[in-house]
């Protein structure tokens, strides 16, 4: 089992930055998947971002080129580095990691004005 923290939502403005953080109970060496999936007001969870042990990252089509998502295995910690953010990208968004279930964190909210 593993407990998953997410932290730095908040609001900013269109085209600006935020930084999230996912912070693990326990070492993240041995989970091989991590990743963060987001929903939106009135629409079903998105998936958004995977990055496995190796460190190969797969994002889905609306956030290539602007997110990023990474891992400090050292902080037990998973990140997504998000720019050139946009009001569609207003969300919660949750941080997982596949051991094989698959365990959620409690969301953060990401607030994107016009």
């Known amino acids: 089992q593993v407990q998953l923290v997410e932290s730095g939502g908040g609001l900013v403005q269109a085209g600006g930055s935020l930084r999230l953080s996912c912070a693990a109970s326990r070492s993240t060496l041995r989970i091989n998947s991590m990743g963060w999936y987001r929903q939106a007001p009135g629409k079903q969870r998105e998936w958004v971002a995977t990055?496995?042990?190796?460190?190969?990252?797969i994002y889905v089509d609306s956030v290539k080129g602007r997110f990023t998502i990474s891992r400090d295995n050292a902080k037990n910690t998973l990140y997504l580095q998000m720019n050139s953010l946009k009001p569609e990208d207003t969300a919660v968004y949750y941080c997982?990691?596949?051991?094989?279930?698959?365990?959620w964190g409690q969301g953060t909210q990401v607030t994107v004005s016009s």
């Open positions: 990055i496995v042990g190796g460190g190969t990252t």
């Open positions: 997982y990691a596949d051991m094989p279930s698959k365990y």
